[in-house]
């Protein structure tokens, strides 16, 4: 019999529950609204960076505009490649935090997709060999072995040190 373990403070936010009382979620980080945890690692003027708050594993990492949009068909010519620019730039800082051997890079879009945030968001999720460990094969489950503050002070001083290289 296959038994499940789940993150605690996950489910109520899985559920609706438990969540900040704000219009959007994303939109409140960007304001830099008190009411949500802000996991920000670096910012431009078209889009935020900032990890998810429930990863899939360390580093995985949410680029996200300013301006509150739900569908890609929406970003300007201008937002596209700034958002390029900043993929780019979320592989290069996360292969010199954690050196992983891959990305899953997506979107969710509308509520049929799994979407839980009604703004358009990029997840750009490290990947690792042999992820799979025991606590997967024996529990069903996987374990996040970062917590995420930790991830956002690692992650957010070497943003600064690679955008200003780059900007040199």
């Given at each position: 019999?296959?038994?499940?373990?789940?993150?605690?403070?996950?489910?109520?936010?899985?559920?609706?529950?438990?969540?900040?009382?704000?219009?959007?979620?994303?939109c409140a980080i960007?304001?830099?609204?008190?009411?949500?945890?802000?996991?920000?690692?670096?910012?431009?003027?078209?889009?935020?960076?900032?990890?998810?708050?429930?990863?899939?594993?360390?580093?995985?990492?949410?680029?996200?505009?300013?301006?509150?949009?739900?569908?890609?068909?929406?970003?300007?010519?201008?937002?596209?490649?700034?958002?390029?620019?900043?993929?780019?730039?979320?592989?290069?800082?996360?292969?010199?935090?954690?050196?992983?051997?891959?990305?899953?890079?997506?979107?969710?879009?509308?509520?049929?997709?799994?979407?839980?945030?009604?703004?358009?968001?990029?997840?750009?999720?490290?990947?690792?060999?042999?992820?799979?460990?025991?606590?997967?094969?024996?529990?069903?489950?996987?374990?996040?072995?970062?917590?995420?503050?930790?991830?956002?002070?690692?992650?957010?001083?070497?943003?600064?040190?690679?955008?200003?290289?780059?900007?040199?």
């Amino acid at each position: 019999m296959r038994q499940n373990l789940f993150v605690p403070n996950k489910m109520p936010y899985a559920k609706g529950k438990n969540r900040p009382d704000v219009p959007c979620i994303l939109c409140a980080i960007v304001e830099k609204d008190e009411k949500v945890e802000r996991l920000e690692v670096h910012r431009t003027e078209l889009f935020t960076i900032s990890l998810n708050l429930y990863p899939y594993s360390p580093g995985h990492l949410m680029i996200f505009p300013n301006r509150h949009i739900v569908d890609t068909r929406e970003l300007t010519k201008d937002e596209v490649y700034n958002l390029h620019q900043l993929q780019c730039l979320s592989f290069e800082v996360l292969t010199q935090a954690y050196q992983p051997k891959g990305f899953n890079v997506g979107y969710n879009m509308g509520e049929s997709s799994g979407a839980s945030i009604a703004h358009l968001h990029l997840h750009v999720v490290p990947r690792y060999p042999r992820e799979l460990g025991f606590m997967d094969v024996i529990g069903g489950a996987r374990i996040i072995i970062e917590d995420p503050n930790a991830t956002q002070e690692k992650l957010f001083g070497i943003f600064q040190e690679v955008t200003d290289a780059t900007e040199t």
